[in-house]
């Protein structure tokens, strides 16, 4: 039976709210319990300088990137604000874009929901469309969300299927068979970073899950949010269980040395 002290550290880089006049760093806890049932340890990141953001990783046996209210500053990707409405969270920005280059550069094992889906996408230079439902041909992926004071069940109900593209990482872990998701987003791949490939799309053609094949490690960014009630959801564990299971791969290869946090990608 594995102990607190070994297992995987997986870094949740956190939202920033402002409570009254103080700003706090946030985490979901449905994500925070992902990670569990993962069968990793999750550490909290609050947003970093960039001077610190080696020091952070060097702890890290995996990369954990959630979804969040806010959206991804389109400034990052050369465009305007679409819907001043909307929230933004620009210091997240500040550290989720720098962190996932080096992550994956790195070898780190990285799996990204919902934003951190869109923040992969932005960071490695692809761009989004910032209201799906706007473009011609795409749905509303908004789904039951979009109604204001909608229940978190039937917000986070299956929406739609998505096809899994053959030959990926996506198949490898749940086989070619369509399955249902939920869809809680504005936001979506417009155009998709050079490097990344799809791994699975909706039915009106939006990409909905990608990975990056040349990476070391385990990496799989997805639209929707698999965190929801995981532990009831066969195709959602199916996915915790294969990050979980790279990331201790991850933390036994960089054991061998018998240094507790050496961090050598090459070997």
Same mark, same amino acid.
């Given at each position: 039976?594995?102990?607190?002290?070994?297992?995987?550290?997986?870094? $949740?880089?956190?939202?920033?709210?402002?409570?009254? @006049?103080?700003?706090? !760093?946030?985490?979901?806890?449905?994500?925070?319990?992902?990670?569990? #049932?993962?069968?990793?340890? /999750?550490?909290?990141?609050? !947003?970093? @300088?960039?001077?610190? #953001?080696?020091?952070?990783?060097?702890?890290?046996?995996?990369?954990?990137? =959630?979804?969040?209210?806010?959206?991804?500053?389109?400034?990052?990707?050369?465009?305007?604000?679409?819907?001043?409405?909307? /929230?933004?969270?620009?210091?997240?920005?500040? =550290? =989720?874009?720098? #962190?996932?280059?080096?992550?994956?550069?790195?070898? #780190?094992?990285?799996?990204?929901?919902?934003?951190?889906?869109?923040?992969?996408?932005?960071?490695?230079?692809?761009?989004?469309?910032?209201?799906?439902?706007?473009?011609?041909?795409?749905?509303?992926?908004?789904?039951?969300?979009?109604?204001?004071?909608?229940?978190?069940?039937?917000?986070?109900? &299956?929406?739609?299927?998505?096809?899994? $593209?053959?030959?990926?990482?996506?198949?490898?872990?749940?086989?070619?068979? /369509? &399955? @249902?998701?939920?869809?809680?987003?504005?936001?979506?791949?417009?155009?998709?970073?050079?490097?990344?490939?799809? @791994?699975?799309?909706?039915?009106?053609?939006?990409?909905?899950?990608?990975?990056?094949?040349?990476?070391?490690? &385990?990496?799989?960014?997805?639209?929707?949010? +698999?965190?929801?009630?995981?532990?009831?959801?066969? $195709?959602?564990?199916?996915?915790?269980?294969?990050?979980?299971?790279?990331?201790?791969?991850?933390?036994?290869?960089?054991?061998?040395?018998?240094?507790?946090?050496?961090?050598? +990608?090459?070997?």
């Amino acid at each position: 039976m594995s102990t607190a002290h070994s297992l995987p550290l997986v870094l $949740v880089p956190a939202c920033n709210r402002m409570l009254g @006049e103080h700003p706090f !760093s946030v985490v979901g806890k449905k994500y925070l319990d992902a990670v569990r #049932l993962a069968g990793c340890l /999750p550490v909290v990141m609050p !947003s970093t @300088e960039a001077a610190d #953001l080696e020091a952070w990783l060097s702890i890290a046996d995996g990369i954990f990137l =959630t979804g969040s209210p806010s959206n991804v500053h389109p400034s990052h990707f050369n465009e305007t604000v679409h819907d001043a409405s909307l /929230p933004l969270d620009p210091v997240r920005d500040a =550290t =989720t874009l720098r #962190l996932i280059p080096r992550a994956l550069a790195m070898g #780190l094992p990285l799996f990204a929901i919902c934003r951190g889906f869109q923040e992969a996408n932005v960071a490695l230079g692809g761009n989004l469309h910032q209201a799906v439902q706007e473009v011609a041909g795409q749905h509303d992926h908004r789904g039951a969300g979009a109604v204001p004071g909608t229940s978190a069940e039937l917000t986070y109900d &299956f929406a739609h299927s998505v096809s899994v $593209v053959p030959g990926g990482v996506l198949e490898q872990v749940l086989g070619k068979t /369509p &399955f @249902e998701v939920n869809s809680v987003h504005g936001q979506g791949v417009n155009r998709l970073a050079a490097g990344l490939r799809v @791994e699975a799309r909706a039915p009106d053609g939006l990409i909905e899950a990608f990975s990056m094949p040349e990476a070391k490690a &385990f990496n799989l960014c997805v639209q929707w949010h +698999p965190e929801w009630q995981a532990a009831g959801n066969a $195709v959602s564990m199916r996915l915790f269980k294969a990050f979980g299971g790279a990331c201790q791969s991850y933390r036994d290869r960089h054991r061998e040395s018998g240094s507790d946090r050496e961090r050598d +990608p090459d070997r």
